[in-house]
């Protein structure tokens, strides 16, 4: 019987919904669940108080990564040193604790494994193509990467997860984003996310989960596609999606978390079977020429607002929304930028290589590619690389990436969320700008007063080498 | 949950656009591990502006806030919802919300109003010298005017807010499909139970 044509959304959807309600509301089954320090706390206390267990703590997976400063955590001897500030301390100290006394598995802030959760998850094959993935982290999103349903929740979800390893929620309408023809040179994911949110906007994916779709992702490696759906949450949408194929298989093969033997090729086989059926239709659909896809940077406090980096700084009554006017006119003003100014001219004294976004091993190789046999520019204050995990900082030590970093005037650091959000030591001060590879320029998102210019992992290493934004291909054809 | 049902006062009419999480509570506020006092960091940029309508006498304890389309888009941070809950606010009218925020502020009792801009923008006028009263039962904003504005809301969680209900134990009672739903997904997608056991014990 020919069933009707589905969705790679709607596929996993149906392939987890444990009950439907009535009213339309469905009870739906969660595959995997990461916990980080920050949201997870209230849920542990609410659960303990109401005399509750984790359902399935075999599902679940916690590691630190929010509020651990990524300076040194080992000291000579190899004891671990302790954390300054004593909130911080205390709510990592929660974690460590309440995970294993809830049987949660526990990567620990000095394990060679740690690292962001959503680096982590990933790499350990923990998160898998056709799962139900949740976090209380919006940037949950990124696993939709690898195929996966993933999406962020806030903590009264993490404590319901953790109590009935379900959550009760109601489908999402359908939006394709197809991005047709193929990047050019020195254009990366990152600059054809940015691109698509400028296109779509910050509320342009509400309600609706996106799937991109088009040779550009099937081209791309799984670290590029994590990129891609990480700001998924950046243009509203809760979840972002790329149908898995080989790429993502390879990728998976043989990691610590990953189905091995007979179950990997039942798993193989299903994850094939969930790629958007011809004919299936879209509740929305918004189609991108790749050819229009330059390096870009934004330019104000809202991810929406970007622009190719050849470009200018736009004027405020460019824009035919009065409210939109209203509020470019606050963020020039807060970001401390003239209309008309080429990007170009726009100086930066701090350069941010790391994120959930922009630290997996890839984003390091790009951004040391430009960076070889160069120094940042004299106006460049502070420059860091911030591993994604430990694994990825092993991995770039190999190749010689951390030595390139340290040579042109990074500092090399460990693990964690870093200067993407402000509530570890990384911070950028009141006033001054950020080439930041990460994925909101929020006002005050990288310290009060801060000025973010988010752009991809090259884009900021070239930023590095000039003191000022810079298209690189300028510095790839040198 | 406290029930939720009509919510009447003074409304701060803030109207701007796609306020975020971060502006709502910025992150160094999240570094606690309880779910009290966040009110303190609540909309601090705002507040650090003189004249912003947070301070002003007229909104002291105001329950509603009213503001423009997207709000609180951005992070997952429930510490939002608490932040607002904390500084007396049980209510936002706004012409759109961001998802994962619809969500924290439900399961907190807190009400998201959608309504449309126009709409919105009369709320705006009126709330400057004026009360305004959701009424959740009949899904209607009133003024002391003649203003009526019906809105949507989810039944699910208009039942749940009425009633006070906690969905964690409203779905532990669900328990057997849940087992129900275990053992076919063991069956059909068996590599998604049991991953291999990284590590217990830290290093």
Same mark, same amino acid.
Request: with cysteine; glycine share 10%; proline share 6%.
């Given at each position: 019987?020919?069933?009707?044509?589905?969705?790679?959304?709607?596929?996993?959807?149906?392939?987890?919904?444990?009950?439907?309600?009535? $009213?339309?509301?469905?009870?739906?089954?969660?595959?995997?669940?990461?916990?980080?320090?920050?949201?997870?706390?209230?849920?542990?206390?609410?659960?303990?108080?109401?005399?509750?267990?984790?359902?399935?703590?075999?599902?679940?997976?916690?590691?630190?990564?929010?509020?651990?400063?990524?300076?040194?955590?080992?000291?000579?001897?190899?004891?671990?040193?302790?954390?300054? +500030?004593?909130?911080?301390?205390?709510?990592?100290?929660?974690?460590?604790?309440?995970?294993?006394?809830?049987?949660?598995?526990?990567?620990?802030?000095?394990?060679?494994?740690?690292?962001?959760?959503?680096?982590?998850?990933?790499?350990?094959?923990?998160?898998?193509?056709?799962?139900?993935?949740?976090?209380?982290?919006?940037?949950?999103?990124?696993?939709?990467?690898?195929?996966?349903?993933?999406?962020?929740?806030?903590?009264?979800?993490?404590?319901?997860?953790?109590?009935?390893?379900?959550?009760?929620?109601?489908?999402?309408?359908? *939006?394709?984003?197809?991005?047709?023809?193929?990047?050019?040179?020195?254009?990366?994911?990152?600059?054809?996310?940015?691109?698509?949110?400028?296109?779509?906007?910050?509320?342009?994916?509400?309600?609706?989960?996106?799937?991109?779709?088009?040779?550009?992702?099937?081209?791309?490696?799984?670290?590029?596609?994590?990129?891609?759906?990480?700001?998924?949450?950046?243009?509203?949408?809760?979840?972002?999606?790329?149908?898995? +194929?080989?790429?993502?298989?390879?990728?998976?093969?043989?990691?610590?978390?990953?189905?091995?033997?007979?179950?990997?090729?039942?798993?193989?086989?299903?994850?094939?079977?969930?790629?958007?059926?011809?004919?299936?239709?879209?509740?929305?659909?918004?189609?991108?020429?790749?050819?229009?896809?330059?390096?870009?940077?934004?330019?104000?406090?809202?991810?929406?607002?970007?622009?190719?980096?050849?470009?200018?700084?736009?004027?405020?009554?460019?824009?035919? $929304?009065?409210?939109?006017?209203?509020?470019?006119?606050?963020?020039?003003?807060?970001?401390?930028?003239?209309?008309?100014?080429?990007?170009?001219?726009?100086?930066?004294?701090?350069?941010?290589?790391?994120?959930?976004?922009?630290?997996?091993?890839?984003?390091?190789?790009?951004?040391?590619?430009?960076?070889?046999?160069?120094?940042?520019?004299?106006?460049?204050?502070?420059?860091?690389?911030?591993?994604?995990?430990?694994?990825?900082?092993?991995?770039?030590?190999?190749?010689?990436?951390?030595?390139?970093?340290?040579?042109?005037?990074?500092?090399?650091?460990?693990?964690?969320?870093?200067?993407?959000?402000?509530?570890?030591?990384?911070?950028?001060?009141?006033?001054?700008?950020?080439?930041?590879?990460?994925?909101?320029?929020?006002?005050?998102?990288?310290?009060?007063?801060?000025?973010?210019?988010?752009?991809?992992?090259? *884009?900021?290493?070239?930023?590095?080498?000039?003191?000022?934004?810079?298209?690189?291909?300028?510095?790839?054809?040198? | 949950?406290?029930?939720?049902?009509?919510?009447?006062?003074?409304?701060?009419?803030?109207?701007?656009?796609?306020?975020?999480?971060?502006?709502?509570?910025?992150?160094?506020?999240?570094?606690?591990?309880?779910?009290?006092?966040?009110?303190?960091?609540?909309?601090?940029?705002?507040?650090?502006?003189?004249?912003?309508?947070?301070?002003?006498?007229?909104?002291?304890?105001?329950?509603?806030? &009213?503001?423009?389309?997207?709000?609180?888009?951005?992070?997952?941070?429930?510490?939002?919802?608490?932040?607002?809950?904390?500084?007396?606010?049980?209510?936002?009218?706004?012409?759109?919300?961001?998802? &994962?925020?619809?969500?924290?502020?439900?399961?907190?009792?807190?009400?998201?109003?959608?309504?449309?801009?126009?709409?919105?923008?009369?709320?705006?006028?009126?709330?400057?010298?004026?009360?305004?009263?959701?009424?959740?039962?009949?899904?209607?904003?009133?003024?002391?005017?003649?203003?009526?504005?019906?809105?949507?809301?989810?039944?699910?969680?208009?039942?749940?807010?009425?009633?006070?209900?906690?969905?964690?134990?409203?779905?532990?009672?669900?328990?057997?499909?849940?087992?129900?739903?275990?053992?076919?997904?063991?069956?059909?997608?068996?590599?998604?139970?049991?991953?291999?056991?990284?590590?217990?014990?830290?290093?």
């Amino acid at each position: 019987m020919a069933s009707k044509p589905r969705t790679l959304y709607e596929k996993i959807w149906d392939a987890h919904v444990v009950e439907r309600q009535d $009213d339309g509301t469905c009870l739906v089954y969660i595959d995997r669940h990461l916990v980080h320090e920050v949201t997870s706390p209230q849920a542990f206390e609410a659960l303990r108080l109401a005399g509750r267990k984790v359902r399935r703590p075999d599902l679940t997976l916690a590691v630190p990564d929010h509020n651990l400063p990524t300076t040194a955590r080992k000291a000579p001897d190899g004891s671990r040193l302790p954390i300054e +500030d004593k909130q911080s301390a205390a709510q990592l100290a929660a974690l460590e604790r309440n995970a294993p006394s809830f049987g949660i598995d526990y990567i620990d802030a000095v394990a060679p494994e740690q690292g962001i959760v959503h680096v982590v998850g990933p790499e350990q094959g923990f998160s898998l193509p056709g799962a139900t993935i949740v976090c209380g982290d919006s940037h949950t999103a990124a696993h939709g990467g690898i195929g996966a349903l993933a999406f962020g929740i806030g903590t009264s979800e993490v404590e319901h997860v953790l109590a009935t390893q379900t959550l009760l929620l109601r489908p999402s309408r359908t *939006m394709e984003v197809r991005v047709e023809g193929e990047l050019g040179p020195g254009v990366t994911p990152k600059d054809l996310i940015l691109h698509i949110i400028g296109v779509i906007g910050t509320a342009g994916g509400t309600g609706h989960v996106i799937e991109y779709r088009g040779k550009v992702f099937e081209r791309m490696s799984v670290e590029g596609r994590l990129t891609v759906c990480n700001m998924s949450i950046e243009g509203g949408a809760r979840a972002g999606l790329i149908a898995p +194929d080989d790429v993502v298989f390879d990728y998976l093969k043989g990691r610590p978390y990953a189905p091995s033997g007979e179950a990997w090729g039942k798993a193989v086989a299903w994850w094939r079977s969930l790629a958007t059926d011809p004919g299936a239709s879209f509740d929305k659909s918004v189609v991108i020429d790749a050819a229009d896809v330059e390096p870009t940077v934004s330019w104000g406090t809202s991810p929406e607002d970007v622009v190719a980096i050849g470009g200018s700084v736009p004027s405020p009554e460019s824009f035919s $929304d009065p409210s939109k006017q209203e509020a470019a006119r606050k963020s020039l003003d807060y970001m401390g930028l003239a209309p008309g100014t080429p990007l170009e001219e726009v100086e930066v004294e701090n350069i941010f290589i790391g994120s959930c976004t922009n630290s997996r091993i890839e984003d390091l190789r790009a951004a040391a590619e430009i960076l070889k046999g160069r120094k940042k520019a004299a106006n460049v204050r502070w420059a860091i690389a911030v591993p994604g995990s430990g694994l990825v900082k092993l991995q770039a030590e190999e190749e010689g990436l951390d030595r390139i970093f340290t040579e042109a005037g990074f500092e090399w650091r460990e693990p964690g969320c870093s200067a993407c959000l402000a509530m570890n030591p990384d911070k950028v001060p009141p006033g001054e700008r950020c080439a930041s590879t990460s994925n909101r320029n929020f006002v005050g998102r990288q310290g009060p007063g801060s000025r973010t210019h988010l752009l991809s992992p090259a *884009m900021a290493a070239a930023a590095a080498v000039t003191g000022r934004l810079t298209d690189v291909r300028k510095l790839m054809s040198e | 949950m406290d029930k939720v049902s009509t919510i009447s006062g003074r409304a701060i009419p803030l109207g701007l656009k796609n306020v975020d999480t971060d502006v709502i509570i910025p992150a160094h506020w999240l570094k606690t591990v309880s779910r009290e006092g966040l009110g303190k960091g609540a909309f601090e940029t705002i507040r650090a502006a003189p004249g912003n309508p947070f301070d002003v006498e007229d909104f002291a304890g105001a329950p509603i806030l &009213i503001a423009g389309d997207n709000f609180g888009c951005g992070s997952s941070r429930e510490h939002a919802a608490w932040a607002m809950l904390d500084m007396g606010l049980t209510a936002v009218i706004a012409p759109s919300f961001s998802d &994962i925020f619809s969500g924290n502020a439900f399961k907190n009792g807190i009400l998201a109003v959608e309504l449309s801009q126009e709409q919105v923008d009369r709320l705006l006028e009126v709330a400057k010298e004026h009360p305004i009263t959701i009424d959740l039962e009949n899904q209607v904003v009133t003024t002391p005017f003649q203003d009526r504005f019906g809105f949507e809301i989810d039944p699910f969680r208009k039942h749940c807010l009425l009633n006070g209900l906690d969905e964690i134990g409203l779905t532990l009672e669900r328990d057997e499909t849940i087992e129900t739903h275990e053992k076919q997904r063991a069956g059909s997608l068996p590599w998604l139970d049991a991953p291999r056991k990284h590590r217990r014990e830290p290093a």
